[in-house]
């Protein structure tokens, strides 16, 4: 089987890379076109010279053809807009679009640059449900959120399939050593609770916690406790050696309805290195996760239970080591990249059949 991996995808987001590594070990020839528009740092600030550059790529999108058939085409995140252009390059092979977020969700409810019922809101949803409606499969992240952009779009559920996110597994893997502090990884939106994330740093001001990350809610790390050092940046290459290290990872705790949708990619790579992970008890998380087995959950929004989980972990190294394991075997039980390679092979045969 030979796929094209096509758009203005971020090539180097985990969504993107972990997929194409996965369906190259299930044996899927991967070529890829890529007109990058989108970097790690944007964080969808967008603006008049990103509108124009991803004007300009969705152009030559249009205007260039593939030189050989392929059996399908694979459309990367953030590709709403590069779907007219991929049903041009897919010279009738079916078309399957990897979104991963509502842009709609994700700039509106969850980031809030829109006020719903905004004008700018409506465009977002329109580019949603057309962009979703597109394709002839959509591949969400949880079952949770493959219902959500089927309610969006009007779509029968059979029409969304679900594959994990994982992990980069060259990069994100055992041993866990435990030498530094918890942990938080993160772009610092309101997806990932970092209010409660302070807030339960500040009842337990005898343990010190490490942020890394930079955005949104810079604002409240201004104020932070004395126990919570501050990293805006840290090269993608060094996350793994954070995560090995790092006493127990944390996840994502806000209490906006995207929060219950999502496993994030922290999460997943944080299993892989074998790492304890305490995150919010979600319905997509139990997708994934069992408490007091493969992870510690606990109420979205909620710092005493946090500040309680972190202190559990920290102060009783045999339940860390023990819910580090679980992790992992949770992760490689249905997460790994041998596991989401089949599953992503699986979805294209059918696809195309």
Sequence with gaps: MRVLYFGTYERDYPRNAQVIEALRR???AVDEW???VWTARDNWRGGARQAVRLATAELRLLLRRPEQPYDALLVGYPGHLDLPAARRAARGAPVVFNPLVSLADTLVSDRRRFGAGSPAARLLEWIDRRALCAAD???ADTRANADRLAGIAGLPPEHVDVCFVGAEERLFSPP???QGPPLFVGKLIPLHGLETIIAAAALLPEVRLRVVGSGQEDGLLRAR???VEWLRWLPYAELPDADRSAACALGIFGTGPKARRVIPNKVFQALACGTPVIT???PAACELLVDGESALLVPPGDPVALSAAVGRLVGDPQLARRIGDGGLRAYREHASEEVLGHRWRRLLERAVS
């Design 137 to 139: 499969v959509v591949v």
């Design 26 to 28: 299930a044996g899927v």
């Design 225 to 227: 406790p004395p126990s």
């Design 280 to 282: 919010a008890d979600t």
């Design 34 to 36: 890529n007109m990058p």
């Design 176 to 178: 866990w050593q435990p």
